[in-house]
């Protein structure tokens, strides 16, 4: 069975391809100067005084219901149509 439903179109340009030839040739991909900036945007965007970004969004929904504090039993409500780390 083909699979009909369109998640999304990818629209990467040349910025895009630029900025991660230049990443992964710095040889930090999952931390350093581009989180760093990736944070510093958002602390001056949201005016907060902190910033942190996570690998993936798995780890952010952890780091979310952590913050959270639920417990085991605790009810939390997810879409049908979800990625699987959605309801982990």
């Known amino acids: 069975m083909e699979y ?5 179109k990818l629209n990467f ?3 895009e391809i630029q900025a ?3 990443t992964i040739k710095s040889k930090w991909i999952s931390t350093g100067p581009k989180c760093e ?3 510093q945007m ?3 965007m949201f005016h907060v005084k902190y910033a942190i970004s996570v690998s993936n969004c798995t780890d952010a929904l952890h ?3 952590t913050l959270c504090d639920l417990k085991p039993g605790d009810e939390v409500l997810c ?10």
């Open 4 to 8: 009909k439903i369109p998640l999304f």
């Open 13 to 15: 340009g040349t910025e």
């Open 20 to 22: 991660i030839t230049e």
């Open 37 to 39: 900036e990736l944070e």
């Open 42 to 44: 958002f602390v001056n």
């Open 63 to 65: 780091l979310a219901c």
């Open 79 to 88: 879409p049908s149509l979800t990625f699987a780390a959605s309801v982990n």
